[in-house]
């Protein structure tokens, strides 16, 4: 191996182990929202300061029409209530996936 | 690995990874990444937070982004505003490398740099993003470029289209020459088209800008026509294929172009070609027939060359569009998969999404998304998870829908580059 690829190996030592894996589809929810609290965001809500039961109900509602949205709706339509409520787990803890 | 059957191949790279796994137990696994787009920035964070080495391989010491390039070539924005470095990359424990990628050496498991050194690697996740197809259209070559830009890969070209336009008297003709699909960014001919006319409208009115489009529809068409109607009746006109918008030749010395609907001789002139992967796939054996790098839908490996991981512009990635933030969901979990491969552990089914944001005027937005799964060797639409900002909202729906593209890129750019 050479010296360029050992340099990227020193720096392994300072990166925290393999975190726990975010449930299918949280990761993308990530392209938008923040979910760190204390998060500073324009334009999209923080998710980190919601309970899982909150994330899990604001889904179900934009996914039934009760809800209204920009992209939510849409978005919500593509996942099961099973699938949501993994999500909502995944990114009601703070300190799941910093972006 | 076979090209049909991608559940079998995925085993049969993870009972050899098994194998492999007490010497990868001592040694962190190392990825190299060509590339330091959308793609390439996002797996290479991504990975390092799962605690692996990585090195990303870019040649430009800056990255100038496609997304709110159309804005820029308007006049709205200078191009400063879209450019970045790649110091925050390298303080989040990337090790980024400022160099081509020349060839990939799968057998010996390392990739050569034009400088001459070469990188060892563990598992490779490619994000080249596209080549420019200067074969494809009759006097439209690399050198033509030069005077007649694409713009479609951001930075000198951005600048050139810009100056261009500013420099054009009131009065004059613009014309944006569009491929047929696929080609990056479906929608963002007609949002840059859009632009130019708000910008024509606004400080050069006796001037139109025309698009001669291979195609008769289009993505978003409803709501881009809906706003030209409103916003653009003098400014912007667009011609489908069934009334002679395929291009058929352009005269580079002359400046004249030569379509189904005619001779015309625009005072500036925008031609966006037709695109492949870019020429590194083509020479590693990583494209089929289409042109493009078909990949596994759960890891994004190659069903070509195992080993190697595709993501962004470059993979064939089913019913997900050329797009930052397809890139960007697909970097997440192809770095998962990549952890999970170089651990022994079989990756999870992922879901992805992708939503593109379009400006038809400064503060008119509209978006389109969609939610994807794998569906044996391919990615698919979630049925009902996919579609476009309502036709009939109002303008303030409109202006939160501006003013959200502009929170996405700049959050994206934060994540990305901060
Ligand atoms: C006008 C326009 C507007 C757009 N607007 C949007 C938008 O609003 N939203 C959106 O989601 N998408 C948008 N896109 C699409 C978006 O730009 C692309 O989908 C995205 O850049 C793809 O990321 P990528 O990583 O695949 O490729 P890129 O971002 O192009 O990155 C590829 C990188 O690989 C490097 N590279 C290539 N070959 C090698 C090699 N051999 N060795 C080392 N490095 C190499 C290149 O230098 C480049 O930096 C837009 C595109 C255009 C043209």
């Known amino acids: 191996m050479t010296a360029l690829a050992t340099s990227g190996l020193i720096l392994l030592a300072a990166n925290r182990a393999s975190a726990e894996p975010l449930a299918p589809g949280a990761a993308s929810c990530l392209a938008c929202h923040e979910n760190r609290v204390g998060a500073t965001t324009s334009g999209f809500p923080t998710l980190g300061t919601l309970s899982a039961q909150q994330i899990e109900a604001a889904l179900a509602a934009y996914r039934s029409g009760r809800r209204d949205g920009t992209v939510m709706p849409r978005i919500a339509k593509g996942f099961s209530d099973i699938e949501a409520r993994a999500i909502a787990e995944s990114l009601a803890r703070p300190e799941a996936a910093p972006r | ?418």
Not at chain 2, 46 to 64: F, H, I, Q
Not at chain 2, 161 to 182: F, I, K, S, W, Y
Not at chain 2, 221 to 236: C, E, G, I, N, R
Request: some cysteine; overall charge neutral.
């Open chain 2, 1 to 418: 690995m076979s090209v049909i059957t991608t559940r079998r191949g995925l085993l049969t790279g993870l009972t050899a990874l098994s194998l492999a796994a007490p010497a990868l137990a001592r040694t962190p696994s190392h990825v190299v990444v060509v590339g330091g787009g959308f793609g390439g920035v996002a797996v290479a964070r991504a990975l390092v937070r799962n605690g692996l080495a990585v090195t990303l391989v870019e040649p430009s010491p800056r990255y100038v982004t496609c997304p709110s390039s159309n804005a820029v070539i308007a006049g709205l924005m200078p191009i400063s505003a879209i450019t970045f470095d790649y110091e925050g990359v390298r303080r989040s424990g990337v090790s980024v490398v400022h160099d081509t990628v020349v060839a990939i050496e799968p057998d010996a498991r390392r990739v050569a740099l034009a400088g001459g050194q070469h990188l060892a690697y563990d598992r490779l996740v490619v994000s080249a993003g596209i080549g420019l197809r200067f074969d494809a259209i009759p006097g439209y070559d690399e050198a033509a470029s030069a005077t007649i830009p694409h713009a479609w890969k951001a930075g000198a070209q951005t600048a050139l289209l810009a100056r261009q336009l500013d420099a054009m008297e009131d009065g004059g003709l613009v014309a944006l020459t569009v491929p047929a699909l696929p080609y990056r960014c479906p929608p963002g001919p007609y949002e840059r088209a859009s632009l130019i006319a708000h910008y024509l409208k606004t400080r050069k009115p006796r001037s139109k800008v025309i698009i001669l489009d291979a195609k008769d529809s289009f993505s978003k068409q409803p709501l881009f026509q809906s706003a030209w109607t409103k916003l653009y009746p003098d400014h912007l006109e667009w011609v489908p294929l069934a009334k002679g918008g395929r291009l058929e030749a352009v005269d580079p010395t002359a400046r004249t172009l030569r379509a189904e609907a005619g001779l015309f001789r625009p005072a500036v002139l925008n031609m966006i070609p037709p695109q492949t992967a870019p020429a590194l796939c083509r020479a590693t054996g990583l494209t089929n027939v289409s042109g493009w790098c078909p990949v596994d839908p759960i890891t994004f490996e190659s069903t070509l060359r195992p080993g190697l991981h595709v993501i962004g512009d470059a993979a064939a990635a089913g019913a997900m569009p050329k797009s930052a933030f397809s890139a960007y969901t697909q970097a997440q979990v192809c770095a998962q998969a990549v952890t999970d491969l170089l651990a022994g552990r079989a990756p999870v089914e992922p879901r992805l999404i992708n939503v593109c944001y379009s400006l038809a005027a400064p503060e008119y937005g509209f978006s389109i998304s969609g939610v994807y799964q794998p569906e044996w060797d391919r990615l698919v639409t979630v049925p009902g998870s996919d579609g476009l900002s309502p036709e009939d909202a109002p303008p303030d729906v409109r202006m939160r829908e501006a003013a959200l593209g502009r929170a996405w890129y700049d959050g994206m750019m934060r994540a990305l580059f901060g």
